[in-house]
């Protein structure tokens, strides 16, 4: 019976001593609010988190197109490779719910630039090379501006992957 009281006991003791441990040498927390009016390097250090913190607030919103796009790459009549994107808006502060209105045209549009893009050879060799996805980039935001107007600022790239066969 003490055979298998010890372990436990042991168990326990450790288990108490090391939350007791991390309680009492946990580091203090420390809030510029309440930091004391004599050392100004810390009420400037909190001004300047709270003036960062505002203006997060009016910058740009992104958002997030719910499914991947997957394009065929058709080399001599037959699908040599598949290409999937995942792609992002950035839109004017509160016009997320607009862009989710307007999905399914908009993932249209942007299937129709990505098809095309694909036909021209945009998805073949290097596919990745800056000016290459520059132009990619430049047509799908021209794209979301019918759809949208000038509320999308940009299109991300989030993700991209070419799958041969």
Known sequence: ???????????????????????FLRPAAEDPAHADAEDPAAMKDHATKEGAQEEEGTGPEYVKLNNQFVVPVVTDGRVSAMV???????VEPGTTEAVYEREPKLRDAFLQVLFDHANVGGFSGSFTDGSNLILLRTSLKEASALVLGTIVHDVLITDIARQDS
């Open 1 to 23: 019976m003490m055979r298998k009281l010890l372990p436990l006991l042991l168990a326990l003791v450790g288990l108490g001593g090391g939350v007791g441990a991390g309680f």
């Open 84 to 90: 999937v994107l995942s792609l992002s808006l950035e």
